[in-house]
């Protein structure tokens, strides 16, 4: 037996070699169009559960061999899915997301007020784990904000991350020339230390940023807070969703199954489904099954989350809670 798994061996190894064998595997598989399942509960309307999850962005997320569209776009795609549906009664966002961007996180919050004002129906949002900075913004477009008990939330604020390798290149021998028509076209370059002037500047970005991200919590639904209550909580701090109640951030505690009921209550459905969008490939089971836009399926051998590692090739605006 021996000898013969080593003809075998041996066989195979000369057709590899001498490329009499050709072996054709896609590396990436195309995204499929969305296609919707029935995680529970019947009836003819629908409540719609739409993930806001991991790093939020604009770019295309890692998937692997798998092609994975940006959030940005999922969630649009979503939403013009939705509009067409003459069943779906509410939609349901579950959050999980320290936030992202600035112009991502801005990008979904107009997407959904603009599908709200023209479908008419309700938006919940629940966060079940972290919904802080960007997804906080994006929450904002909900009638109601709740959250889990152990849920974290908050961190209003404005981030920009930089990196200054001038003094890694020095000490390895390596040096940059940048040839420029005008003083600050180089502006907050990685290759030399930003100006007093030019920290000026960027300073006065992120505060037109974070007046902002003020002036969209102000406007959510049933919003109780004014401008000066408001001001002493954007200091960047996360709370406890016990915290964020007390503060008046959210509307309440509950888990995602009470908002889930508390939207029936508000449309005065005895029975509705609670429905998610899929494509092939992805599974989602119960409505705390994870993400079903996106699900790779594939096999890491080397397990890296490389969710905002882009934050590395240049610098960001983030409404992004970052320890």
Sequence with gaps: MLEIIKRIGAIAIFFFL?????????????????????????????LLLVDIDGFISEKGRSGGLKEKSSLVADIRETLQKAEKDQDIAGVILRINSPGGTVSASDTILHE????????KVPIYACITGIGASGAYYIATAADEISAHP??????????VMRFNVEGLLTKIGVSEKTVKSVDKKDFLSPFRPATAEEE?????IITGLH???????LARPGNPLSKPELEKLADGRIFT??????ARLIDRIG????????????LNLKEAKVVSYYRAGSYHGTIYSGSPVDA???????????????LLSGTEFLYMWKP
Excluded: W
Excluded at 112 to 119: D, G, P
Excluded at 241 to 246: D, S
Excluded at 296 to 308: E, K, S, T
């Design 18 to 46: 001498g490329g009499c064998v050709h072996v054709d595997i896609p590396l990436l598989q195309p995204l499929g169009e969305y296609h919707e399942r029935t995680i529970e509960g019947e009836g003819r309307p629908k």
């Design 112 to 119: 959904l007020l603009a599908f709200k004002s023209r479908k």
């Design 150 to 159: 152990t849920a974290l939330t908050g961190s209003i604020g404005v981030l």
């Design 200 to 204: 000026n500047i960027i300073q006065d």
């Design 211 to 217: 007046r902002r991200f003020l002036d969209v919590v």
């Design 241 to 246: 969703a016990e915290q964020a109640v007390a």
């Design 255 to 266: 888990y995602l199954d009470d908002a889930i009921s508390a939207m029936k209550n508000k």
């Design 296 to 310: 790779p399926q594939m096999v890491n051998l080397i397990n890296i989350n490389a969710d905002g590692l882009e």
